[in-house]
C-alpha cells in the first residue's frame, strides 16, 4: 500500500462519515478508547485499547508529549455603543507593535459579527478593551485593559471568565440534541498540561492519565516533552483545490535541548521516537528542518506536512481520527501514505470508531 505518486488534489484527502461516529463526549475514563494499532512493515491491523499503548513500548522509546495547555479562550463581551458579542483569543500580538504599558494586552482574536477598529469594548468586572486593528484571516487585534493588581496577564483573566473553546462541530451537535456536559474544562485538558497558550486541545494526549503515563516510566520507556500552542486554524478545512495551494497557518513552537538529548539517545541504543499527535510531529519536523534530526527551537513554524515529506523527527505516531480535507489528515497520509491512510479509515469505520477530538486513536508503527 505505499504511494508512488504523491497526491495533490484536495478531493483525495475525503472521505464519508456517519456523524453518528462524531463523538461530541469523552469517554467516562480516558484510557478506555478504543486504539487501532497499524504496522507498517507488516500492513496489519490490530484492534485493542489505550490502556493497552504501554505494551507496544520497549526502554529503548521515547515518548514525546505535547505540554501545551488550553485556556478559555472564549469570552463575551458588549461593544460601548451597544450589541453583545462574542471572542475567541488566540495568541498574544507581536510586542514590537506595542508600547509596553501596565496592565494592557494585546492579542489577536476572532469577533463574531462586524466590529470595526477602533471599536471600543466592555467585558466582565467592568474591564475595558478596545479593537485596534483588522489582521489577515479575519482576526482582529483586540486590547483589554486589566489592573496589574487583579491580574498579572490575560489567562488569569479568561480562567475566571473565559469559557473552553471546544471545536465547532461538538458545540452546534449538542446544541442541537440538548446535550449538557459539565467536565469540558477537565477533560478537555491533558493531564500533563503546562504551558498556557492554547486554544485547542492535543487531542492525541487526552487518553493517556496519570497511571497509565507512571506505567510507562515504570516499564523503562524515557518520555520528553515539546511546546506547540495550538490555534483554531487547526479545525479549517483545505479551502483550495490543491493541496499545494494551500497556505499554512503558523502555530508557536519550543523543542528543548534536554528533548534534542533524549531523541539522540534513543535513537542512538535502536529506540523509536514516538509522537504524541500531530502537535508534536509539527514540533519535531519543524525543528529537523535543514538538518538530520530534531535542533533546539523556539519561535514560529508554518510547516506544512504533506506526501513526499521526509520525516527526520519521528519514527512512530499516536493520534486521533481527523476531518476530512483537513492538514491534520493530510500530514497523516504523509506518514503512513494516503491509500494505507483510507484503509485504516474504512476499517475504522468499518469496526464502528469514534472520531475527531472525543474520539479513540491510532498507533502507526
Not at 478596545?130 to 489577515?136: A, F, G, N, S, V
Not at 486590547?143 to 473553546?165: H, Q, T
Request: aromatic share 10%; glycine share 6%.
Amino acid at each position: 500500500m505505499t504511494d508512488h505518486v504523491y497526491p495533490l488534489d484536495l478531493s483525495s484527502f475525503d472521505y464519508p462519515l456517519d456523524p453518528a461516529l462524531i463523538a461530541v463526549e469523552p469517554k467516562a475514563k480516558r484510557d478506555e478508547s478504543r486504539l487501532l494499532v497499524y504496522h507498517r512493515k507488516r500492513q496489519r491491523i490490530e484492534h485493542r485499547h489505550f490502556s493497552d499503548i504501554s505494551e507496544y513500548l520497549s526502554p529503548r522509546d521515547l515518548l514525546v508529549f505535547n505540554n501545551s495547555r488550553v485556556f478559555p479562550a472564549r469570552l463575551y463581551g458588549e461593544k460601548k455603543n451597544g450589541g453583545k458579542t462574542e471572542f475567541l483569543f488566540l495568541r498574544p500580538a507581536p510586542k514590537q507593535n506595542h508600547q509596553t504599558q501596565a496592565g494592557f494586552h494585546y492579542w489577536e482574536a476572532l469577533v463574531r459579527g462586524k466590529s470595526a477598529p477602533q471599536t471600543d469594548l466592555l467585558f466582565p468586572e467592568g474591564v475595558s478593551g478596545r479593537i485596534t486593528r483588522d489582521l489577515e484571516g479575519g482576526r482582529k487585534e483586540v486590547m483589554i485593559a486589566l489592573s496589574p493588581d487583579r491580574y498579572k496577564d490575560l489567562f488569569s483573566f479568561l480562567e475566571k471568565w473565559g469559557e473552553v473553546p471546544l471545536p465547532p462541530y461538538i458545540v452546534k451537535r449538542r446544541n442541537a440534541e440538548k446535550i449538557l456536559q459539565k467536565t469540558d474544562k477537565g477533560r478537555y485538558q491533558t493531564v500533563y498540561a503546562d504551558e498556557w497558550g492554547s486554544a485547542a486541545a492535543p487531542t492525541a494526549g487526552l487518553h493517556f492519565t496519570d497511571a497509565l503515563i507512571h506505567k510507562i516510566k515504570t516499564g523503562g520507556t524515557e518520555t520528553a516533552t515539546t511546546t506547540l500552542h495550538i490555534g483554531l486554524d487547526t479545525f479549517l478545512p483545505i479551502r483550495t483545490e490543491t493541496i499545494t495551494e494551500h497556505r499554512m497557518h503558523s502555530e508557536w513552537i519550543q523543542v528543548s535541548s534536554e528533548t534534542v538529548e533524549k531523541i539522540k539517545q534513543a535513537r542512538a541504543q535502536g529506540g523509536k521516537v514516538f509522537a504524541v499527535g500531530t502537535t508534536v510531529t509539527r514540533a519535531l519536523e519543524s525543528a529537523a528542518r535543514g538538518h538530520e534530526m530534531p535542533c533546539a527551537m523556539e519561535g514560529d513554524t508554518d510547516i506544512f506536512i504533506k506526501p513526499g515529506h521526509v520525516f527526520k523527527g519521528i519514527d512512530a505516531l499516536i493520534t486521533n481520527f481527523h476531518l476530512p480535507k483537513s492538514t491534520l489528515l493530510v500530514m497523516i497520509a504523509a506518514f503512513a501514505g494516503l491509500d494505507t491512510v483510507k484503509h485504516i479509515y474504512a476499517e475504522a469505520i468499518r469496526y464502528q470508531y469514534r472520531f475527531y477530538s472525543y474520539g479513540d486513536a491510532m498507533l502507526i508503527l
